[in-house]
Nanobody
Framework: VQLQASGGGLVQAGGSLRLSCVAS????????VGWFRQAPGKEREFVATITRTGSDTYYADSMKGRFTISRDNAKNTVHLQMNSLKPEDTAVYYCAVRSGSYFYINPLDSGSWGQGTQVTVSS
């Protein structure tokens, strides 16, 4: 499966962005999807994940209440709505899919990754 992330940009603190990830290739609904991010000089970290059907979601603690992950399997798309953005949310955001698991939480687990989209939050 190939993934294309988009929607990043420059936003002021307190603002919102909606990231999208479009999948092509194999059956998108067969995969759990995760969003991850990597800031300069830091390790890649987990942001949010959603199950294959979209029935369940899970977030990193610092994103709870601010970020919402959703998916539309008919459109092979997953979204990450990010509200109340903070400067520390600045990073390259990646979507990734993984088969055979309920969630996709550990970025070191094998999966297919998109190219990333830059999010910059100014103070």
């Amino acid at each position: 499966v190939q993934l294309q992330a988009s929607g990043g940009g420059l936003v002021q603190a307190g603002g919102s962005l909606r990231l999208s990830c479009v999948a092509s290739g194999r059956t998108f609904s067969a995969y759990a999807v995760g969003w991850f991010r990597q800031a300069p000089g830091k390790e890649r970290e987990f942001v949010a994940t959603i199950t294959r059907t979209g029935s369940d979601t899970y977030y990193a603690d610092s994103m709870k209440g601010r970020f919402t992950i959703s998916r539309d399997n008919a459109k092979n798309t997953v979204h990450l709505q990010m509200n109340s953005l903070k400067p520390e949310d600045t990073a390259v955001y990646y979507c990734a899919v993984r088969s055979g698991s309920y969630f996709y939480i550990n970025p070191l687990d094998s999966g297919s990754w998109g190219q990333g989209t830059q999010v910059t939050v100014s103070s």
